[in-house]
């Protein structure tokens, strides 16, 4: 056999072997299926009041912390979105926590105007939760229970997740984190309290999927179908990732205030802060999250560069974690050891993994167009199998469409029309989406590795009614 042959079966066999990777979605979906969403359950206080009693205990008080800097067009929709979730309202405080340097930029309508109007509706309201706003200074020096040093500190979510945790409700049992985009499930509150109730272990934490496709209509191509996939891998990958690693993404995020005050917050220097607070957490406290079956919907990066950018800071925060991690030498040794190596499993290999993937088909192009690949015979039966991969991964896709259609913002028929359209952009999107982790990866190399966080802009899905009423 000449090689123009051998690279030809190596290249059957490479496209072979990543169809068999595509399938390890049906086998998600059936785990987290089986073991998280078939195990919904109506829930009520009356249950809450139930279980507390059996377990001696008080039904939970929770804090939920949304750091919001230049989020004037979204916050107050999320605030009312979080002011309707069933919960006594007695036992939730909503903190709002903005930046002190936005006022500096002169805008039109802060996010600090449209959270002090909230409040002073809430104020007129008779059944509204407590809703607080704190707004970080210029000179906060980024530590839990930290100070104000006289002189600029960068911002970042961390930074701000610290100054707010300080004014939490003495009485806070649980604090959650949201975006200030999020849109959460209304009982998702019912839940976490049911599972801390029913549970006799200390250090809880729970992690929840995240939607990011409400604004789907608004996305170019491929942020389109990236949100599609992020969507899936939330609902079906998450509960298998989470088995592995002490994961948890930073919003739909849900931990015990005492744990909280205990590893001293958040890293305020880090990329993924939400990533880094997991795996100390664990190293610490043996703390390991849960995955909840509720959703919380918010937005993905409106275009290919934000995305790029967006992603581009998780994957270096994600190696960022992993040597900050492997300098510290008084954590159990054999617990650092195992979580590094998944880190690296889930990290580096497959991102290396997944670009090799989407870069066959362009190798094999080329490699053709040079006359470097000759076909030889193939079974009638697995050639027409090879030939209908296609058809099955474009199927894939617009099911993924029509599974999230429900959590998107509804459009006219002709964007409707357009976005099914836009799924055509799936072999360009295979090979774009894997790039913000590649690059990640030949930055670190090089030494020129992001190291600032910055902040990924909103897509303004509608007015919001606070804004223009100010």
């Not at 917050?265 to 802060?273: M, P, R, S, V, W």
């Not at 600032?452 to 223009?468: C, G, H, I, N, Y």
Request: glycine content about 4%; aromatic content about 16%; overall charge positive.
């Amino acid at each position: 056999m000449e090689l123009p042959q051998i690279i030809y079966i190596i290249a059957v066999f490479l496209y072979l072997f990543f169809f068999v990777l595509f399938l390890r979605y049906f086998f998600w979906m059936n785990y987290s299926n089986k073991y998280y969403w078939s195990r919904r359950r109506p829930l009520s206080l009356l249950d809450l009041k139930r279980i507390a009693r059996e377990k001696n205990k008080k039904i939970p008080m929770f804090s939920i912390l949304v750091p919001a800097r230049e989020e004037a067009q979204v916050i107050g929709q999320t605030i009312e979105n979080l002011a309707k979730l069933n919960y006594p309202h007695n036992l939730l405080e909503i903190i709002v926590i903005t930046d002190e340097k936005e006022l500096e930029k002169g805008t039109a309508v802060t996010t600090q105007q449209v959270v002090e109007q909230k409040i002073e509706e809430f104020k007129k309201r008779k059944n509204a939760p407590i809703l607080k706003h704190v707004m970080v200074p210029y000179d906060f020096d980024g530590f839990y229970q930290g100070m104000c040093i006289g002189k600029s500190v960068p911002s970042t979510k961390g930074r701000a997740l610290n100054y707010g945790l300080s004014f939490i409700d003495k009485n806070s049992d649980i604090c959650g984190f949201y975006d200030a985009e999020s849109h959460p499930e209304k009982d998702v509150l019912l839940y976490i309290a049911y599972r801390w109730l029913s549970s006799d272990r200390k250090n809880l934490i729970w992690q929840g999927p995240v939607f990011q496709v409400r604004n789907f209509f608004f996305l170019s191509p491929i942020t389109k179908i990236a949100s599609l996939y992020q969507a899936l891998a939330h609902e079906w990958y998450m509960p298998v990732l989470m088995r592995q690693l002490p994961f948890v993404g930073g919003t739909n995020l849900f931990i015990e205030s005492k744990l909280l005050k205990e590893i001293g917050g958040f890293d305020y220097n880090a990329l993924t802060e939400d990533l880094e607070i997991g795996v100390r957490a664990y190293l610490e406290k043996d703390a390991w999250p849960e995955y909840f079956p509720y959703v919380s919907t918010e937005q993905t990066p409106e275009n290919y560069k934000s995305f790029f950018r967006q992603r581009l800071r998780w994957a270096s925060g994600h190696i960022q974690v992993i040597e900050k991690f492997r300098k510290v030498n008084n954590y159990d040794l054999q617990k650092k050891k195992a979580i590094i190596k998944n880190l690296l499993l889930k990290g580096e290999v497959e991102w290396t993994l997944y670009q090799l993937a989407v870069l066959i088909p362009v190798a094999v192009l080329i490699l053709s167009l040079k006359g470097l690949i000759k076909p030889v015979f193939l079974p009638a039966p697995l050639e027409w199998t090879l030939r209908s991969f296609v058809f099955i991964y474009f199927g894939f896709t617009y099911y993924l469409y029509i599974k999230y259609l429900k959590f998107m913002k509804t459009r006219s028929k002709l964007h409707t029309f357009t976005a099914l359209l836009q799924l055509l952009f799936l072999p360009l999107a295979g090979f774009l989406l894997p790039l913000p982790y590649t690059s990640a990866l030949i930055l670190r190399a090089l030494n020129k590795q992001p190291k600032v966080w910055v902040k990924t802009p909103r897509t303004q899905e509608a007015v919001d009614l606070s804004v223009k009423n100010i």
